[in-house]
């Protein structure tokens, strides 16, 4: 139990309604994507951040699917938006046209868990996905003006110690979640990508946070988490395990606060300092977290009662 006079307080500043269960949240400065479960994909302008309000949603007919959306990214640069139908394959939405919505189509594979996108240029954009059945799987689209369209010019498969089912990028590096087996490391070097290590975790490995190319925090269900620190190879591995009485799904990182996702537990924060203490700050009954993002010094979390966002006052 953390000492009380430590703990830090959530202080609700908006909580929205998104009919269905909102299982993950991207921000874009006053622009808030929310992936709604079996309500679809919907934008949310937090421009008033006590107050905000629905912009556009698209049902899952609309999208052209059928199972519950787990996952959004929107890329600024190139005003493109993607989401995942879980377990299937990506979404490609169109928003570079004013204030219409086109829904590109889907690409790579089914079974997509987690994906990353990169922008390469202003015509130019490739994803990386952790797939549950062939590994690291990437997909380069480039967009031809003549025919209006985005066309795959470019794609690979490596394949991964075990099945994948979470991911996340720092400039070269790449690092899979793989469940029991923990996670395998990625390093990409003039467009080639081998693995570089992988590192066993007790627990399912579901969902890794990179601070850079060497730290990263894993989310490992029902064994807590863990802060791994590591060379280019695992030689130089350190492991710092916290939380290990809770079910934690994903962490985000805002300099030294952490705040966990812990399914039906709610919301953990911890503080972490420069000697790699980690320290409890609370526990939060907000409902039924899936996930939650900084952004601006506020956290957004991702819940069953909706979007919920906070300021955390230490």
Not at 67 to 84: D, N, R, T
Not at 106 to 121: H, Y
Not at 180 to 204: K, M, P, R, W
Request: charged residues 20%; hydrophobic residues 40%; glycine residues 8%.
């Amino acid at each position: 139990e953390p000492d009380t006079e430590d703990l830090w307080t959530l202080n609700k500043l908006a909580h929205v309604e998104t009919e269905g269960y909102c299982r993950d949240v991207f921000i874009s400065g006053d622009s808030v994507f929310v992936a709604a479960g079996q309500a679809g994909i919907q934008l949310w302008d937090i421009s008033t951040q006590t107050t905000p309000t629905l912009v556009w949603k698209k049902s899952l007919s609309e999208l052209g699917v059928s199972k519950e959306i787990s996952q959004v990214e929107y890329e600024p640069s190139i005003q493109q938006l993607f989401a995942l139908e879980s377990n299937e394959r990506p979404i490609h939405l169109d928003l570079s046209k004013g204030d219409t919505v086109s829904v590109v189509g889907q690409f790579s594979s089914e079974k997509t868990k987690e994906f990353r996108v990169v922008t390469n240029s202003i015509n130019s954009f490739t994803m990386y996905a952790a797939d549950n059945d062939d590994g690291l799987k990437i997909s380069t689209f480039e967009y031809d003006s003549s025919f209006g369209l985005w066309f795959n010019t470019a794609g690979d498969e490596i394949a991964s110690v075990g099945n994948p089912n979470g991911i996340d990028m720092y400039e070269n590096e790449i690092v899979l979640t793989l469940d029991q087996l923990g996670i395998e490391a990625f390093h990409s070097e003039n467009g080639i990508i081998t693995s570089s290590y992988q590192i066993d975790l007790e627990g399912n490995a579901r969902a890794v946070t990179m601070l850079n190319g060497g730290e990263f925090y894993v989310a490992c269900e029902d064994a807590g988490a863990f802060k791994l620190a590591t060379g280019f190879s695992a030689q130089l591995e350190g492991k710092i395990p916290f939380a290990n009485d809770l079910f934690v799904t994903h962490i985000a990182v805002n300099n030294n606060q952490l705040a966990l996702s812990c399914a039906s537990n709610g919301l953990a924060l911890y503080e972490t300092d420069d000697n790699g203490t980690i320290r409890a700050r609370g526990i939060h009954d907000i409902g039924y977290v899936y996930h939650a993002e900084f952004s601006g010094g506020y956290l957004f979390a991702a819940t069953r009662e909706g979007l919920q966002i906070f300021e955390i006052d230490e």
